[in-house]
């Protein structure tokens, strides 16, 4: 019986990086996952990589609208004929890795309604339905090791994941009478989609080594890394941890 057996888990940025890991190992351990992403492509491809017992469906949409959120709940219980009582906010964007100053101001937007928004959203829509129904409900939020270390290069982006940890932190004091839990995962430089992104768009061998000798371990933080954290902080092993 895996760890998360009869659990409904929303899981957003579902189509690549991060969020595929998670899905992919909470599908394993027995959850129910709703896939929000705004790449339909994207959330097909994870679908397809699935196990033919894994019990995943996907939606396409922007995870910082109140819509979706609306939808979501509505497509859980269609799908699952039961209420989602966990909700992983993976959905990230990183700005160019730039200068402070030059950040067009379209990125400096794009990141706080990707990387803050969904979880406003979540508590604006999920918790007072979780409180009416009773429902212990869990939001686990995919931060950055970045909001403890800023780069200089992507300042703009680690402002918002601190954001994310000081909500984080305040939510889960607010709502522990509720028994509704907050948690945050806080992964290094991690090897997505995104990570070129942080040096300014390209990929290179150099900047791969460069990247690797700032790491105490001396790898790339793995999506299946975060997963595992994620998946043991969504089990019952975990059910004290806010």
Same mark, same amino acid.
């Given at each position: ?148 270390? @800023? =780069? ?6 680690? #402002?918002?994941?601190? /954001?994310?940890?000081? *909500? %984080?932190?305040? $939510? ?23 990570? @070129? =992104? ?6 290179? #061998?150099?900047?791969? /080594?460069?990247?690797? *000798? %700032?790491?105490? $371990? ?25």
């Amino acid at each position: 019986m895996g760890r998360l057996e009869g659990k409904v888990i929303i899981v957003t940025g579902s189509g690549s990086g991060f969020g595929r890991g998670i899905v992919k190992k909470a599908t394993s351990e027995g959850a129910r996952v709703l896939g929000i992403d705004i790449n339909e492509a994207g959330n097909k491809e994870t679908s397809s990589l699935l196990t033919p017992t894994a019990q995943f469906a996907r939606m396409e949409g922007d995870a910082g609208s109140e819509q979706t959120w609306h939808s979501a709940l509505k497509m859980a219980h269609r799908e699952f004929s039961t209420i989602p009582d966990t909700v992983v906010n993976c959905a990230g964007y990183v700005h160019i890795g730039a200068d402070a100053h030059t950040v067009p101001e379209e990125d400096f937007d794009r990141v706080w309604q990707v990387n803050v928004k969904p979880l406003y959203m979540t508590v604006k829509v999920l918790v007072p339905f979780w409180i009416a129904n009773g429902v212990p409900g869990h939001v686990i939020n995919i931060g950055s090791i970045g909001s403890q270390r @800023p =780069r200089a290069s992507t300042i703009w982006y680690t #402002a918002s994941k601190g /954001a994310l940890d000081t *909500a %984080t932190e305040g $939510l889960a004091g607010a709502y522990a009478k509720d028994r509704i839990r907050f948690n945050i995962v806080r992964p290094s430089f991690g090897n997505t989609p995104m990570a @070129p =992104r942080v040096v300014g768009g390209e990929d290179s #061998a150099e900047g791969r /080594a460069k990247r690797l *000798a %700032t790491l105490p $371990l001396g790898r790339l933080c793995e999506p299946e890394d975060v997963a595992n954290m994620t998946v043991f902080l969504a089990s019952d092993e975990a059910n004290y941890i806010t």
